[in-house]
């Protein structure tokens, strides 16, 4: 059964340092989006992409943080100088159909910021 | 307001029971209503959904009762198995495919 990879699956990094945490979506999927979960929170949206371009964004999705997808199967978050409060879960997901309520999880990378 | 808000946070049940997940939301724009389960060290994976128009859904011993002048709706379990352990999230989705969930309940079935 397809599914949405995620690399790495913990990364540490030092406050003020950049991080890119990429995911491989299912390969027929068109939308994508990163999602956060703060330990012991609640899962929040981060952005959404579609066409190579940001659909929708929060408001934790600030100018520290870019998406990409670099060619056709990758699509990465890039947090340009992280922060202690960066410290959380991060999942991709992707979907088939626009703006589908099924969206396909990958297990998540946790990023560790000391 | 987009919240989504689920009670309880953690719930313990004996096998064959029937744990419930309650939400309230206060969006009325959502267009779905989906319920996540997540298991420790994966990522959520949808199990349910309904649409507001509905008042009732069922797949196998999964069950959403929904309550449009409420703004609330629940999830069922029927016949818990100890295979059902996880995280449960109620969510509303937004028309633009924004996933708001709620705090997620810990459910723990006993055998």
């Known amino acids: 059964e397809p599914e949405v990879t995620q690399t790495p699956s913990h990364q540490v990094t030092q406050m003020g340092q950049e991080v890119i945490l990429r995911c491989v979506p299912i390969?027929?999927?068109?939308?994508f989006y990163w999602y956060r979960q703060i330990l012991g929170q609640k899962v929040e949206f981060l952005v959404s992409f579609y066409n190579n371009e940001i659909s929708e964004k929060s408001e934790i999705f600030d100018d520290q943080f870019s998406v990409e997808r670099p060619d056709g199967s990758n699509f990465t978050l890039k947090i340009r100088s992280t922060k202690l409060e960066d410290s959380a879960m991060y999942f991709c997901a992707s979907s088939e159909f626009d703006w589908s309520y099924e969206q396909y999880f990958g297990p998540g990378t946790r990023l560790t910021v000391t | 307001q987009q919240q989504v808000k689920q009670s309880p946070q953690s719930l313990i049940v004996q096998k064959g029971g029937i744990p419930i997940i309650n939400c309230a939301y206060e969006?009325?724009?959502?267009?779905?209503f989906p319920w996540y389960q997540q298991f420790p060290g994966k990522g959520p994976a949808l199990l349910i959904a309904?649409?507001?128009?509905?008042s009732e859904k069922k797949e196998g011993r999964f069950t959403i009762s929904f309550n449009k002048s409420a703004k609330q709706f629940s999830l069922h379990i029927m016949d818990s198995q100890p295979g059902d352990s996880a995280t449960y999230f109620c969510v509303g989705t937004s028309n633009t495919g924004k996933l708001i969930f709620g705090q997620g309940t810990t459910l723990q079935v006993k055998p």
């Open positions: 390969s027929n999927h068109l939308y």
């Open positions: 969006n009325t724009a959502f267009d779905y």
């Open positions: 309904i649409r507001p128009d509905v």
